[in-house]
């Protein structure tokens, strides 16, 4: 275990109110198929490459597969009291899950059902809860509860964790920038964190809210950190370069709950509100600073907390607490009608 040093840095932020009239988009944007496995909560699907679809049953402990094309549904056998609570496919396409109540990071070979088990080297460290995979093959998480970030050397099967400084401080999404850096959303309190790749020095991003709870990000091209703040309804982006943050009220207002996350081909951000039922996927165009798409979600969503895009179909998919894995067509750019 390595423990690396702490840079936290206050920020200061501009927020800006925007219409809720953005664009109603078709529902017919959102295909979702019904998981045979009925109040199991699958979620965080992962597109594997031969285009078929991994997720976790987090409640009912699998792992399973979705063949897009004919709606076929398989599932995996993992072991008992692993609930799983995320999932990414590599390369090779071995799907690489996060036992969140079993303290380790398993690898499934598909084509056998075989299962190579990476527990983590410190108890305290007992929930690992979202994975990125990184350019050389290392995997990344966070553990949310024991308040650690950790980098699994798939190769070696060392594992590297870092506790964070602030007490409860709640690691969530994770994503990783094109220098190979984490950054990850710090949900128990109003902060936004990195590490250094070399040297695991933490470094953290204070929102300047102190109500503010990030709790998925994503990243653009620009080098821009993006948040959903759960707590108070609002769209951030955090510059990391200047400390700056900027911030735009949901559609939904205060209690919109935004939740999963993610950024599309054209530096969109897409993410779904969730105090809303139906939850709501909504569209932001940072270009012009504008939200340009909100659609219910046809099942209503109960809640969705994670999203992928797929470059190569220009598809979203998510996972829903009403047993559905769906998929959203994204829409070409195209600003409000009001």
Same mark, same amino acid.
């Given at each position: 275990?390595?423990?690396?040093?702490?840079?936290?840095?206050?920020?200061?932020?501009?927020?800006?109110?925007?219409?809720?009239?953005?664009?109603?988009?078709?529902?017919?944007?959102?295909?979702?198929?019904?998981?045979?496995? %009925?109040?199991?909560?699958?979620?965080?699907?992962?597109?594997?490459?031969?285009?078929?679809?991994?997720?976790?049953?987090?409640?009912?402990?699998?792992?399973?597969?979705?063949?897009?094309?004919?709606?076929?549904?398989?599932?995996?056998?993992?072991?008992?009291?692993?609930?799983?609570?995320?999932?990414?496919?590599?390369?090779?396409?071995?799907?690489?899950?996060?036992?969140?109540?079993?303290?380790?990071?398993?690898?499934?070979?598909?084509?056998?059902? %075989?299962?190579?088990?990476?527990?983590?080297?410190?108890?305290?460290?007992?929930?690992?809860? *979202?994975?990125?995979?990184?350019?050389?093959?290392?995997?990344?998480?966070?553990?949310?509860?024991?308040?650690?970030? $950790?980098?699994?050397?798939?190769?070696?099967?060392? /594992?590297?964790?870092?506790?964070?400084?602030?007490?409860?401080?709640?690691?969530?999404?994770?994503?990783?920038?094109?220098?190979?850096?984490?950054?990850?959303?710090?949900?128990?309190?109003?902060?936004?964190?990195?590490?250094?790749?070399? *040297?695991?020095?933490?470094?953290?991003?204070?929102?300047?809210? %102190?109500?503010?709870?990030?709790?998925?990000?994503?990243?653009?091209?620009?080098? $821009?950190?993006?948040?959903?703040?759960?707590?108070?309804?609002?769209?951030?982006?955090?510059?990391?370069?200047?400390?700056?943050?900027?911030?735009?009220?949901?559609?939904?207002?205060?209690?919109?709950?935004?939740?999963?996350?993610?950024?599309?081909?054209?530096?969109?951000?897409?993410?779904?509100?969730?105090?809303?039922?139906?939850?709501?996927?909504?569209?932001?165009?940072?270009?012009?600073?504008?939200?340009?798409?909100?659609?219910? /979600?046809?099942?209503?969503?109960?809640?969705?907390?994670?999203?992928?895009?797929?470059?190569? *179909?220009?598809? /979203?998919?998510?996972?829903?607490?009403?047993?559905?894995?769906?998929?959203?067509?994204?829409?070409?750019?195209?600003? /409000?009608?009001?």
């Amino acid at each position: 275990m390595r423990i690396g040093s702490v840079l936290t840095v206050p920020l200061f932020a501009s927020i800006v109110a925007l219409p809720a009239a953005a664009r109603q988009e078709p529902t017919d944007m959102i295909k979702e198929f019904n998981v045979p496995w %009925a109040k199991t909560r699958p979620r965080d699907p992962a597109v594997a490459p031969d285009g078929k679809i991994f997720f976790v049953g987090q409640v009912g402990n699998y792992l399973a597969r979705l063949d897009p094309a004919s709606g076929k549904f398989e599932k995996f056998v993992i072991d008992s009291g692993t609930n799983p609570h995320n999932v990414i496919v590599d390369a090779k396409g071995h799907a690489w899950f996060a036992g969140n109540r079993n303290g380790m990071i398993g690898k499934l070979d598909p084509a056998t059902g %075989a299962i190579t088990r990476f527990p983590m080297p410190d108890p305290a460290v007992r929930d690992p809860h *979202t994975l990125i995979l990184g350019k050389q093959g290392d995997i990344w998480f966070t553990a949310q509860q024991s308040n650690y970030v $950790g980098r699994l050397n798939t190769a070696s099967g060392k /594992i590297d964790l870092v506790k964070m400084t602030t007490d409860r401080s709640r690691p969530y999404g994770i994503v990783l920038d094109a220098a190979g850096r984490p950054w990850f959303d710090l949900f128990g309190t109003n902060k936004i964190g990195t590490l250094d790749p070399k *040297t695991l020095a933490l470094r953290e991003f204070s929102l300047p809210d %102190a109500k503010a709870r990030p709790r998925r990000i994503a990243l653009t091209a620009d080098g $821009g950190v993006w948040y959903t703040d759960y707590s108070r309804g609002y769209l951030g982006r955090l510059d990391p370069s200047t400390g700056q943050v900027k911030e735009w009220l949901n559609p939904g207002g205060a209690g919109s709950l935004p939740y999963a996350m993610t950024v599309d081909d054209q530096d969109r951000l897409w993410f779904v509100e969730t105090g809303a039922q139906p939850n709501r996927m909504i569209g932001f165009d940072p270009k012009t600073e504008k939200f340009f798409s909100q659609t219910p /979600i046809p099942s209503g969503g109960g809640t969705v907390r994670y999203m992928v895009f797929d470059p190569k *179909t220009r598809l /979203i998919w998510f996972g829903s607490d009403n047993d559905t894995i769906g998929k959203v067509q994204v829409p070409p750019a195209r600003p /409000i009608t009001s």
